[in-house]
């Protein structure tokens, strides 16, 4: 539609009309360039995803059909021992990182002020703990459990090195989640008389729980399948370990690199470790998504 079809005629049209209908076309093709450059961009990231998940689908799905590899210890040809001890060892970091992060949150966003020394210190360590590598982690507790304290080499210590791994990522998508709480939500609570802790429990946690959990499980899907920790910290077993306080513990990552090293006889075991260990980070994820409907406020389980 032109001006003339509008009755208009050319002559009195405002000169910022006149750049708009001259500039259409223009500004049309600048939008389909940017939804071909979106499109392509949304291709280029999914392409590599999809093949890598083909791959490791076509090429683990032969061991973890057979029944033994989930209910026999590698002794029989099966995985079990190597997805308990993962499933202990990560078990063990998320009931010490969870609360204890979710509580250094709270105290940073709802209680500290912003300004203070002890605010900053702790904000700097979580950042500094961010961005360490798994093989500090894990050596830093080599140190002080094995030779400061003397203490043998167990799961447990594999657990207290993805707890150093996992706090810092707990923290940090807690504390985001609790600061787009709107404030209003708090006022009106503290209005109708409600103490600031109960306010939190029942009001600001709530609201923030989806978001919370999907920190959590984040950190979680780290940890699962880090490697340095169990080489450092705890030996290999054949046999099922059901106490990761004493003894060694065989771990789905350290499954994988064993039978890696072992030659070409031990890749197909590889890869049903690897596509072993994306099952269970995905059941984990369900899992989570479905307490957070219980959990949330009534809008989300909505």
Known sequence: MTTTDLGVSPDHVPSGVEHLTSASPRRRFTDNLARVLVTGSVLLAVLPLGWLVWTLVSRGIGPITDIDWWTRSERYNGAANAILGTLLQTLLAAVISIPLGILVAIFLVEYAD???????????????????????????????????????????????????LMVPLVVRSTEEMLKIVPFELREAAYA????????????????????IITGVMLAIARVMGESAPVL?????????????????????????LQEYNSGPSGYDTVWGAALTLVILVAIVYVAARILARFTGTKSERN
């Open 192 to 211: 109708l008389g409600v103490p600031k802790w109960k306010t939190i429990l029942r009001v600001v946690l709530p609201t923030a729980m989806g978001g």
């Open 114 to 164: 912003q300004n203070s020394r002890l605010v900053k210190i702790t904000t700097f360590m979580v950042d500094v703990l961010s961005g360490v590598p798994s093989i500090v982690a894990a050596l830093f507790i080599f140190a002080v459990w094995r030779t400061t304290l003397d203490l043998p080499r167990s799961g447990f210590a594999v657990a207290l090195a993805l707890v150093l």
């Open 232 to 256: 450092i910290l705890v030996g290999a077993s054949r046999a099922m370990n059901w106490n990761p306080f004493e003894g060694n513990q065989q771990s789905l990552p350290l499954m994988m």
